[in-house]
């Protein structure tokens, strides 16, 4: 425990308030000190930070407890060592050189027992004052402890001159404990020769000669007064070989101390080391002389700089986001010299499921948590469309007088709340899958509380119907997390039929009659947790059972009783195997929606198949395997360097490549290839490693994914482009094969064969949710005279929707009801055929790989409605316009009479033509006509499957044009249509005019500008 008194106490007043620093309040004091306030519960890393003080780390060096919380302070740095080298011309006397460059060791030491990175060594970063005491000031360290947010990049190395780079960390390696002592070495040459070790060449040359070759020797006056084996161990210490160079800091420190104590031949009388005070006893103020020091040679007043007061954080490294637990992984320090007396660094309880985010884990991993800060992943729950269509889900499908505030049928139920069926008096709270969203959006809501149970009741608890977001804590938040991916023990086993554990949704309920339908097949096969939140979470595959400290044994490295600083568990041989698997990906990337499928009950299937990425791939690796081949896993793929890299050099075509960066070139990686890299910075070599950007096809539409994270130039150090934009481009532009194969003249008309193929997916693309992905094609066709024959597919702005249709009226009011005080047309549209409106031969949505005909070329999926005829039935079937029908697409039909249960489409037209297509996910049949629901039926069939081509011949009439004709045909993406995000919009602002979003609407129109239209191919040719 911290003693109980003031500053004031100890000669230390409060002066101008500084800017905080994570949750410390900081005022500067006199003589260049600064006071650190702390909430009472944060003694434990009060104390941390005075420990880590008497290591030479972060400066701290006394500390209490007063009725305002803990308090510490950070005494004055003194002069920079960079300021000083500047100064100081030539050797500095070896004694002094090695106190400077022992407290930096004994500092690096400190941080390496406890797992600890501080940041990049730099000079700008280690102080020294009139009393030659060091402090490294670690700002990185401090101010993950006191939880400082991120400010900037996490290595920091771009901030530190080439000139005092190692040498793997100019090739892009990742800074690190070694590179640190790398570093230090270089420190000590330069104090020790008075000039750094590559001085003279230049800058390029001294950076080839680092890695290269070794260090020049020391003039013979320098290394004569040196003690013996003096020079040899700085040598060593920045040798190119990092396999001959100290291993660890402790190393370092001891050896520096052998040559202070006089253990060498050569040397003179030994330096007294220095006394360590217990923390709690130390009340000395700063400006005492310490007795416990040698004095420095003298300097010229000249050579007396004063550091600028809190020099330490303007000339320290940005602090790295999710520090924070770095006190988590420490206990004890090793000493340094050996004859001091052992400092102890009271440990702290390894990370545990109560309150564990990405930042915990940041402090060791900071590239997995980089890389994932700018995934869709961290964002999965943060996304507007997804809070936006899951809270209309809730809000709207199952309403009536009985629960006007809607049904909430994919949340929790509770009984005695619950909204029930008036007919059957069955509850519809919850019977689609309790959690159904939230279960693979924000996995992590398990582990930290549960969402609470809607009530949708008239004068119902309104707390329990916000949007999901709005109920989620800290883990909850943060998506698909390191804490929930790396909680996982494997898939759930087969249905308890009730009796009690997670499941996920394997089955949805009924609500006309209660009848429970499977929602997983594959379980018949013994295939388990395919689809809806099939994962099993144990706590034990990451938090260490105990919760009780895990100190560091005092035994020498090596020892039997030596122990690794544990803060997680490794996971379970089946966990890992598992979470490598594209079984892992498939509990949550196969999505199967409550209610049958009109197709898919002809199959057997009770459910709709909204997302299909994991099915799809295995389809495709089942036709791997018969044809010899190794399927490539989601991870192979998605967590690798797949489909390539950028590597320093202009493209061998002289063009520049988008993916890419000026100055470098797209090289191609297989799926599988991964990069090499530490796991943890203090792991002790490179190893094959994965990346997790798991880059797709979204540009998270939110602000929070700020735009700096869309539009990063630049490369990390695998070669793997930083910006969302570019990793997107990657992979889309790696994915088709894109071709006019053959265009002809055919007697007056022209015509022109597009073959598309799907070459780089083990699934179907669009994937995920695909009924909202438009990839589509744009053709233009020329005469001799430039002028345009036809034209189809272009948009000219990316939020123009495609013009295959036009969008008269949607409907996004809920106020429009029936006698029942059911929402009529919400989210309905009248729709009109546009100009580019698809007419192919046989309908694409039918299936196939050739096609004629004309129109537009999308291959995005979509929802189809039981409908039945109120226009006229034509000869071949269809239901052709009667009198004042036919100017909107839906006025000739009326909602057909669909059965959930068994998804029986009753109708006076034939199956093949009694579903109708609409355009939104949950919805009516237009805007004044329907209740609201989800599809009846889900077209799957336009998305391109692996290694298949399909084309698209267009038979188009020149008339009287004369050729050549110059045809162009591009192929192009957009993650989602412009009209889907206006009506969302529309409805949430709604919805917060109403009360109904006390944190803004989920989605607005702003959202808009993230829309963009992407290029994927081209390709042209001149038909004469």
């Known amino acids: 425990m911290m003693k109980r008194a003031r500053p004031e106490a100890s000669g230390v007043a409060a002066g101008a308030p500084l800017p905080p620093l994570g949750r410390a309040s900081r005022f500067a004091c006199d003589g260049g000190r600064e006071l650190f306030r702390l909430p009472g519960s944060d003694e434990a890393a009060a104390r941390r930070l005075l420990a880590f003080g008497e290591a030479s780390i972060g400066g701290f060096a006394l500390g209490g407890v007063d009725d305002e919380g803990v308090w510490i302070v950070r005494r004055k740095l003194g002069a920079s060592l960079a300021e000083l080298v500047r100064e100081r011309k030539g050797p500095w006397p070896w004694r002094e050189a090695l106190g400077v460059a022992l407290g930096v060791a004994e500092g690096l030491a400190a941080c390496e027992k406890a797992s600890l990175f501080p940041g990049p060594l730099s000079l700008e970063g280690v102080y020294v004052d009139e009393e030659g005491a060091v402090v490294v000031a670690a700002p990185r360290l401090v101010g993950a402890i006191l939880g400082a947010q991120e400010g900037g990049s996490r290595g920091g190395s771009a901030e530190i001159s080439p000139r005092w780079t190692p040498p793997e960390q100019a090739a892009g390696a990742v800074w690190d404990g070694a590179a640190n002592r790398y570093v230090l070495g270089l420190l000590l040459y330069r104090l020790l020769a008075g000039e750094h070790p590559f001085a003279g060449a230049g800058l390029r040359h001294a950076l080839d000669e680092a890695a290269e070759r070794e260090a020049p ?284 554990g997670y499941e996920g949704n394997p089955t949805w309920t009924s609500f006309v009659t209660g009848t429970v339908f499977p929602a997983r097949p594959e379980d018949n096969r013994g295939l388990f947790g395919i689809a809806n939140s099939g994962y099993e979470l144990r706590n034990e595959e990451l938090f260490l059972e105990s919760r009780a400290p895990r100190p560091i044994a005092s035994g020498s490295a090596g020892s039997p009783d030596a122990v690794d600083p544990l803060v997680h568990r490794r996971p379970s041989e089946r966990a890992d195997a598992y979470l490598r698997s594209s079984e892992f990906c498939g509990s949550c990337h196969d999505v199967r929606l409550f209610g049958s499928d009109v197709l898919g009950a002809q199959k057997g299937e009770h459910f709709k198949r909204l997302r299909n990425a994991y099915s799809e791939w295995a389809a495709w690796a089942r036709d791997e395997e018969r044809r010899g081949r190794t399927p490539a896993t989601c991870q192979d793929c998605h967590m690798s360097s797949y489909p390539g890299v950028c590597e320093p050099g202009d493209p061998p075509s002289g063009e520049p490549e988008p993916e890419c960066p000026p100055g470098s070139h797209f090289v191609a990686r297989a799926p599988g290839v991964f990069p090499k890299g530490r796991a943890a910075d203090n792991s002790p070599e490179a190893t094959t490693v994965s990346t997790h950007y798991f880059s797709g096809v979204d540009l998270p539409l939110s602000d929070e994914f700020p735009n700096s994270l869309v539009d990063e130039t630049t490369l990390d150090v695998h070669g793997i482009p930083l910006g969302a934009r570019r990793r997107r481009d990657l992979l889309l532009r790696h994915t088709f094969r894109f071709e006019i194969d053959g265009a002809r003249r055919g007697g007056s008309g022209i015509e022109v064969p597009i073959v598309v193929e799907n070459v780089g997916a083990g699934h179907r693309v669009p994937a995920g949710f695909s009924q909202e992905r438009e990839f589509w094609v744009h053709l233009i066709v020329r005469d001799r005279d430039d002028r345009i024959v036809y034209e189809v597919g272009r948009v000219g702005r990316p939020d123009e929707d495609l013009h295959d249709k036009v969008f008269v009226r949607v409907n996004t009011n809920p106020s429009s009801l029936d006698e029942r005080g059911r929402p009529i047309g919400l989210f309905g549209a009248d729709v009109r055929d546009g100009p580019d409106v698809p007419r192919w031969n046989p309908p694409p949505e039918r299936g196939g790989t050739s096609f004629r005909g004309k129109g537009l070329v999308n291959f995005q999926n979509g929802f189809l409605r039981c409908v039945r005829c109120i226009g006229v039935i034509g000869p071949d079937g269809r239901c052709e316009p009667g009198p004042g029908q036919g100017f909107l697409r839906a006025d000739r039909f009326d909602d057909g009479d669909y059965d959930i249960d068994t998804g029986e489409c009753r109708s006076n037209l034939s199956l093949d033509h009694a579903l109708f297509e609409t355009y939104f996910p949950v919805g009516a049949l237009d805007a004044s006509r329907g209740q609201v629901r989800g599809p009846d039926a889900i077209v799957d069939t336009r998305s391109l499957p692996p290694n298949v081509p399909i084309r698209f011949t267009y038979d188009l009439d020149a008339g009287a044009r004369r050729g050549p004709f110059r045809v162009e045909a591009r192929l192009l993406f957009r993650a989602f249509p412009p009209f889907l995000i206006r009506a969302f919009a529309a409805y949430e602002r709604e919805q917060a005019r109403r009360g109904l979003r006390p944190n803004g609407p989920n989605v607005t129109e702003d959202m808009l500008r993230r829309l963009e239209v992407v290029e994927l191919a081209k390709a042209a040719v001149e038909v004469p």
């Open 217 to 500: 020797p020391f003039v013979d006056a320098v290394a004569r007064a040196l003690p013996t084996g003096l020079q040899s161990l700085s040598l060593r210490m920045i040798d190119p070989d990092p396999a001959r160079r100290p291993d660890r800091a402790s190393t370092i420190a001891q050896e520096l101390g052998r040559f202070l104590r006089g253990e060498s031949p050569e040397a003179q009388a030994a330096r007294p080391p220095r006394e360590r005070k217990p923390v709690e006893t130390r009340a000395r103020s700063a400006e005492e002389k310490t007795a416990d020091r040698p004095a420095p040679a003298p300097r010229a007043a000249a050579e007396k700089p004063s550091a600028p007061k809190s020099a330490w954080i303007s000339a320290g490294l940005p602090i790295g986001a999710g520090l924070l637990v770095a006190a988590f992984a420490f206990s004890r320090l090793a000493p340094a010299p050996p004859e001091a007396p052992r400092q102890e660094i009271a440990p702290l309880a390894p990370i545990n499921a109560t309150g564990t985010t990405s930042e915990a884990c940041a402090s060791c991993h900071p590239r997995q948590a980089a890389e994932w800060r700018r995934s869709v992943m961290a964002h999965s729950v943060k996304s507007p469309l997804f809070n936006g269509l899951e809270s209309l889900i809730e809000e709207q499908v199952g309403r009536d007088e009985d629960c006007p505030n809607g049904a909430g049928i994919l949340r929790r139920v509770n009984a005695s709340t619950a909204c029930r069926n008036r007919q059957s008096g069955l509850p519809v709270t919850g019977s689609g899958g309790e959690h159904w969203c939230v279960n693979c959006h924000s996995p992590a809501e398990k582990i930290e509380r549960p969402l609470p149970a809607w009530d949708g009741r008239a004068g119902g608890d309104p707390n329990t119907r916000k949007p999901v977001r709005d109920l989620l804590g800290a883990q909850g938040i943060e998506g698909i997390s390191c804490v929930f991916c790396h909680t996982v023990h494997g898939p759930v086993g087969p249905r308890s039929g009730g009796r009690g």
